[in-house]
């Protein structure tokens, strides 16, 4: 299932949003999701993901373990 990144982008792509649009959705730096997508942010905040989380609909737990 892949690394946190993975399950963003996933996550990310099938709710239709571009990395700027979760940014603003979950209320973050534009860029900041594309840099957790391109592995140039490697260990984001709990507080960063449990925003994108509730802005993907999606666990902070499946986010982190790939698992539901």
């Given amino acids: 299932m892949g690394d946190l990144a993975d399950r963003v982008r996933m996550a990310r792509t099938r709710s239709g949003l571009s990395?700027?649009?979760l940014d603003r959705k979950a209320g973050l730096a534009?860029?900041?999701?594309y840099k957790i997508?391109?592995?140039?942010?490697?260990?984001?905040?709990?507080?960063?993901?449990?925003a994108i989380?509730?802005?993907l609909g999606v666990s902070i737990d499946w986010?982190?373990?790939g698992i539901k």
């Fill in 53 to 55: 989380a509730a802005a």
């Fill in 63 to 65: 986010l982190i373990t």
């Fill in 19 to 21: 990395t700027d649009d």
């Fill in 37 to 50: 997508e391109t592995g140039k942010r490697l260990r984001p905040s709990i507080e960063t993901v449990a």
């Fill in 30 to 33: 534009i860029g900041h999701t």
